[in-house]
């Protein structure tokens, strides 16, 4: 199901800032030769994710879920010039092509890119995060929201993708593993006094969650 129409995005995509060179580059390449393309942020929720870093300006920002570096390369555009942000992905490849994109950018010096898995090395930090970023399987999003939360300073933010999961989520049953996950973690997070949340209708869906 589309959930959001074609002619609007790209309405949205006209009237938004232009991607830089290398974005441009990131996007035409990974939808050009990557069989997965279709995971990489698209340009108008890159733009937003990096307008929520100018406006919170965080100092620790977690992304889980590098895949080919779009988005970790749009946060780090608008962090501040002693921020950290540390990015994990659990596939190799995607690592090395994104490891490549980051050496090109000048923001290289604020993202660290870890390789494994994320619940083990998300373990192994002793940050408290200002943001976080979670863009990886599905199944494993209240996990990452339950590592993540306690170590979320107070009124930090967490931030969701695909919390609409291609309209799957809307349908009267739900049927797909994946989409049973995301509706799970939708539920959760609505239930989890900790917390506030809105949902929007940006791209699949992103949820913005704020710590209380």
Request: proline letters at 3%; charged letters at 25%; a negative charge.
């Amino acid at each position: 199901m589309m959930l959001v129409n074609q002619a609007a995005e790209k309405y949205a995509e006209k009237f938004s800032e232009p991607q830089s060179e290398l974005l441009l580059k990131v996007f035409s390449e990974t939808e050009a030769t990557h069989p997965k393309a279709h995971m990489a942020s698209g340009k108008v929720q890159g733009i937003f994710l990096e307008m929520l870093c100018a406006m919170l300006q965080p100092k620790k920002v977690l992304e889980i879920g590098t895949f080919t570096g779009y988005s970790a390369l749009c946060m780090a555009a608008a962090l501040p010039p002693d921020a950290e942000l540390h990015t994990i992905e659990i596939r190799e490849t995607d690592a090395q092509i994104a490891q490549q994109y980051f050496n090109e950018s000048v923001e290289k010096h604020k993202i660290n890119l870890h390789v494994g898995d994320a619940k083990s090395i998300i373990a192994g930090m002793n940050h408290q995060w200002d943001m976080v970023f979670i863009d990886a399987d599905k199944a494993g999003y209240i996990d990452y929201y339950e590592l993540t939360l306690p170590r979320l300073r107070q009124g930090g933010f967490i931030i969701a993708d695909n919390v609409l999961f291609h309209g799957q989520v809307l349908d009267s049953e739900i049927k797909g593993k994946n989409a049973k996950a995301i509706h799970a973690f939708n539920e959760h997070v609505k239930n989890d006094s900790r917390v506030q949340q809105v949902l929007l209708t940006v791209r699949d869906g992103l949820m913005l969650i704020k710590k209380r």
